[in-house]
Nanobody
Framework: QVQLVESGGGLVQPGGSLKLSCAASGSIFFSNKIMAWYRQAPGKQRELVARINSGGSTNYADSVKGRFTISRDNAKNTVYLQMNSLKAEDTAVYYC????????????WGQGTQVTVSS
């Protein structure tokens, strides 16, 4: 059974930075999986923020392009999300997951990590 554990969230002022981590455990071949970060704001649907494939190629939602960077450490089965120039609208619970080639989440969701951007 795959388990995802997100961490690194917190309260940050507008313009600040945070780095999120997501560790995957279980019988997985992490290095060849497409991994992604999602977020869900109160009252809104979960949305895809960024994804990274096994070769390191990345894609971002327009709302975070140029501010967020997704990366991975296959030796640690971990994916990261560096978030800079944070805005109030980035406030959400952030989750990671493996995604399919059609960008569908494939593993059980973790508990997520809360990011709050507020002065």
């Amino acid at each position: 059974q795959v388990q995802l554990v997100e961490s690194g969230g917190g309260l940050v002022q507008p313009g600040g930075s945070l780095k999120l981590s997501c560790a995957a455990s279980g019988s997985i071949f992490f290095s060849n999986k497409i991994m992604a970060w999602y977020r869900q704001a109160p009252g809104k649907q979960r949305e895809l923020v960024a994804r990274i494939n096994s070769g390191g190629s990345t894609n971002y939602a327009d709302s975070v392009k140029g501010r967020f960077t997704i990366s991975r450490d296959n030796a640690k089965n971990t994916v990261y999300l560096q978030m800079n120039s944070l805005k109030a609208e980035d406030t959400a619970v952030y989750y990671c997951n493996r995604v399919s080639l059609t960008i569908q989440p494939m593993w059980p969701w973790g508990q997520g990590t809360q990011v709050t951007v507020s002065s």
